[in-house]
Every structure is written in structure tokens, then in C-alpha cells.
């Protein structure tokens, strides 16, 4: 292993664990799924901030700038595009081997508007 592979892999070791990585990690995946759900679906930034009556500069600094949101914003959002959300907890030791590892590849859902009442 090269040294500079070797630092890469004793900082992913050291943050493993860091609360502050592992949410910045799961925001950022969060913004990645509603930014692919928009690209998917052709739904742009004006039309996800109508869908959420809300200004476009507001959209766009939620998803430029994810660690400054609640997790109310993050649910909005995504129920926006269609998505679902949903914690999961388990035990520490059965968490993946990194923080930083890639995710899995996921299909998003299209959106479908819901009946009005």
C-alpha cells in the first residue's frame, strides 16, 4: 500500500465513528437521492420550490449546503420527488465497514402527485 493509500485508510479508520461524519454522510446521500429523483423526473428547482411553496434560493441553498437543514426539511424535500424516508437503527457492530464506503445503487420512484381532495 502506497503511503498516500495508507493515510487515506487511517483517516477513513479514525472518522469511522466521528457523529459528525456519519451525518454529514447520511445528509449527503439524502440531497444525492432528491437531486437524482429531480434529474429523473425533469422536475427542476422552480418546480420542486412551487411543489413546496417556498422560494428557489431556498432549494438551492438546501441542496448546495445539506448540514444546515433539520430533518423536517429533509422529509419535505423528499416527499416532494416522491421519496420515502425512513431511519434505520442496528447495532454499532453490524454497521458497514466505513463511513465513507459507497452506497449501494437504488432505482428512485417517479413521482405521482397526490389527489386533491
Known amino acids: 500500500m502506497t503511503d498516500e493509500a495508507q493515510w487515506f485508510a487511517d483517516i477513513e479508520k479514525e472518522s469511522a465513528n466521528d457523529p ?4 454529514y ?3 449527503l446521500e439524502m440531497t444525492e437521492d432528491i437531486c437524482e429523483a429531480m434529474e429523473h423526473q425533469g422536475i427542476t428547482r422552480s418546480e420542486l420550490a412551487n411543489r413546496l411553496g417556498v422560494s428557489r434560493q431556498y ?3 438546501f441542496l448546495n449546503t445539506p448540514t444546515n437543514t433539520t430533518l423536517k426539511s429533509i422529509v419535505q424535500f423528499a416527499q ?4 420515502e424516508v425512513s ?3 442496528r447495532p454499532a457492530s453490524q454497521r458497514a465497514s466505513s463511513a465513507m ?3 449501494p445503487t437504488k432505482s428512485v420512484p417517479s413521482y405521482s402527485p397526490r389527489a386533491s381532495s
Open 20 to 23: 459528525e461524519i456519519i451525518v
Open 25 to 27: 454522510g447520511m445528509l
Open 59 to 61: 432549494v438551492t441553498n
Open 80 to 83: 416532494a420527488v416522491g421519496l
Open 87 to 89: 431511519l434505520q437503527r
Open 101 to 103: 464506503s459507497p452506497r
